[in-house]
């Protein structure tokens, strides 16, 4: 079985939008999400891009500045204005940062019910305690497919432990008592561990990594894996090989890529309804 992103994705556009409606309704004003591009990353770009396009569809004004060279303090500056100012209702630093910079030393700076983009430790903490109002966009993806295609499931593995993926997706796993075991670059015998599992995520960034010697007929595989190889992208999985051989399995494109572009505007609609709500 195809667990499809896309239809996923559609899904909670349809639901933000209704509310990002009726907060427009109310409130008299278009909500903003800022993000902020430092250096001339192509695939950055890319994604910034298609931040503005699906900003558009949802009645949200996404805006691009944009910096060729920039220091930290400046930086840091800038998301010390926006976070006072009440036009703007989330903001974003697009990875990767050129290499003078550190993402964490930036972001750390961003409010936690602005940050879209759900990467400040004070919302990567919440997760261990339940709190996901603001989660890293990606682990919240996966856990969105895993529950509308209603995955019974409980046993899963990660492989990968970035606080991108890896780390706030085991917490909020947890969160719904599921089992989890996380695997690494120094974890040994990873083939044991998910021939073992229910389910599978990975995202270790190699094409056709996971292939069919890590799975069972059982397995219901997660690609987050985002890998380009002659300008087409791929997952980590082995995904034609793989499809007939497991219970269910996310394309690449068109499984976790697409839910995680729609959850950074789940993020900043409940970062804005706490604005909203407390300010
Ligand atoms: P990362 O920080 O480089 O993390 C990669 C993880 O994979 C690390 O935990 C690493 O282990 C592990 N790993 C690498 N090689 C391995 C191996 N041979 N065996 C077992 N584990 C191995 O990257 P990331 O930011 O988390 O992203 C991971 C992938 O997800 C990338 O392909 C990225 O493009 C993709 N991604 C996709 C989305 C999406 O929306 N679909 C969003 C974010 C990221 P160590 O910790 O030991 O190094």
């Known amino acids: 079985m195809i667990l499809d ?14 509310n990002i409606d009726k907060i427009i309704d109310k409130y008299k004003f278009t909500p903003e999400l800022r993000l902020i591009q430092a250096g001339n990353d192509e695939a950055s ?3 910034a891009r298609a931040k503005i396009k699906r900003g558009k569809k949802l009645g949200i004004n996404v805006t691009l500045e944009k910096f060729d060279t ?10 010390k204005e926006y976070s006072i100012r009440k036009d703007i209702n989330g903001i974003m630093i697009e990875s990767p940062l050129p290499e003078n910079l550190n993402f964490y030393d930036i972001v ?30 990606t682990a919240r ?13 409980r046993n899963a593995v990660i492989i990968n432990r ?4 890896g780390r ?20 040994e015998n990873i ?18 990594f996971l292939n069919e010697s890590f799975v069972n007929k059982n397995s219901t595989v997660i690609d987050v894996g985002i890998n380009y190889d002659n300008n087409t992208v791929y997952g980590d999985a082995d995904y034609n090989n793989l499809l007939n051989n497991v219970k269910a399995i996310t394309p690449v494109p068109g499984g976790v890529g697409i839910v995680t572009a729609t959850d950074i505007f789940q993020n900043f609609l409940n970062g804005l309804n706490y604005q909203l709500n407390n300010f």
Not at 70 to 79: A, P, Y
Not at 110 to 134: A, V
Not at 195 to 201: A, L, Q, V
């Open 108 to 137: 750390n700076y961003i409010p936690f019910y602005k940050d879209s983009d759900g990467m400040t430790p004070y919302n990567e903490g919440n997760l261990s305690l339940r709190n996901e109002m603001i989660a890293p966009a």
């Open 70 to 79: 920039v220091s930290k303090d400046i930086l840091i500056d800038k998301i």
């Open 162 to 165: 970035s606080p991108v993926v």
């Open 168 to 187: 706030p997706l085991a917490m909020m796993l947890l969160n719904r008592d599921y089992t989890v075991t996380v695997c690494h670059s120094r974890t």
């Open 141 to 153: 993806a996966v856990v969105d497919i895993l529950e509308y295609y209603n995955i019974k499931d």
């Open 5 to 18: 992103g896309k239809i996923v994705a559609k899904n909670k556009m349809d639901a933000i939008k209704e």
């Open 45 to 47: 770009s890319i994604y």
């Open 191 to 208: 083939k044991k561990i998910t021939e073992n599992s229910d389910i599978i995520i990975v995202a270790v960034g190699k094409k056709n």
